[in-house]
Structure formats: C-alpha cells, structure tokens
C-alpha cells in the first residue's frame, strides 16, 4: 500500500517515508540532526516530483535530500478501497486500527499541501513564527484575497477561485 509519513526517530532525527502506489519497499530521508531539545521547531516534509526531490525542512532550512527513485516518483493513493484516515503522532501498527510509534510532545499549526511548496514558501512560514502562515493578496483584482498584508518577497500567492494552490479567502 502507498504510504507517507513525517517521522522522528528514537534519535530525534526527522525523517520521511515515501512508498508509491505499486512498489513494496520505502524510500527514506532523514534529517543528521535531532529536534528532540526540548524547543519548538517547525518540521517540513516535500515530495517535488517535478523536481524529483523528497526533503526534510527543520526550521526553515533543507535539513535532508534525496534524488526520488522509483519507489516514491509515482502515485499515492488508495490502493485497497478502505477509508486512510489521515493520522497525526502516530503510525497504526500491520494493517490494523490501533495507533503506535505515539509521538511524545506537543504538535501545533499542522499544515497539508497539494503541491510541493517553494524554499521561499517554507522559509516564509517558518518566518512568520507565531503570527501564522503570510496570507495571499489579491494580485489580479478580482475580489478574492486580502490586501495590505507585508508578506516576503515571492511568498505572496494570488487566492484567485482558479489557482489550485490555494483556496480562496
């Protein structure tokens, strides 16, 4: 089955876990340093197809990288015609419903994409820290969006109904 996961280890190490529709064994990254210190830090885990990359952000800076491979290039997606809940903190343990590997600390401000984002979106992110995620302008003057909002150079995203990176706001 196809699979996805944000990970730390029991070193502290973020890691990530990719396997495609179709392929049997995982493709791995995972970052060289912990996070388990005792801080808050923001953890970013990318699948680029386009860019044939799968990485780990900690902080805003790529941490680990890997080129994609075969195992994780393709399709995710239900592959047994059961409902995949989404889980957060923990993995379920063989095919069953009984969560494990629970994850000791506090998970705050979860966010999920459908697209791989930019180095200047991750950064942008972890850069406005407690303030939350820069929102989108209304850069073609359409109603959708806000304006007025100081976001960094190359983060601001039109919330146009048509763009499928973001929903309108």
Partial sequence: ???????????????????????????????????????????????????????????????????????????????DGEPDPLLIGAVYAGGTTTPSGVFSGRIDEVMYFNRALSAAEIQAIHDADSTGMCGCTDLDADGYGTDGLSCPLGTAIDCAPSNPAIRPG
């Avoid at 392929?23 to 060289?32: E, K, Y």
């Avoid at 923001?42 to 990485?55: E, H, Y």
């Avoid at 952000?57 to 075969?70: I, N, P, Y």
Wanted: hydrophobic residues 40%.
């Fill in 1 to 79: 089955n196809p699979l996805y996961e944000l990970y730390v280890a029991a070193d502290g190490r973020p890691g990530l876990h990719l396997r495609d529709l179709g392929s049997q064994n995982l493709q791995q990254v995972q970052g060289p340093s912990s996070i388990a210190d005792g801080t808050w830090h923001q953890v970013v885990a990318r699948r680029d197809i386009a860019g044939g990359v799968m990485d780990v952000w900690v902080d805003g800076s790529l941490a680990a990288s890997a080129g994609l491979t075969q195992l994780a290039d393709g399709n995710i997606a239900d592959s």
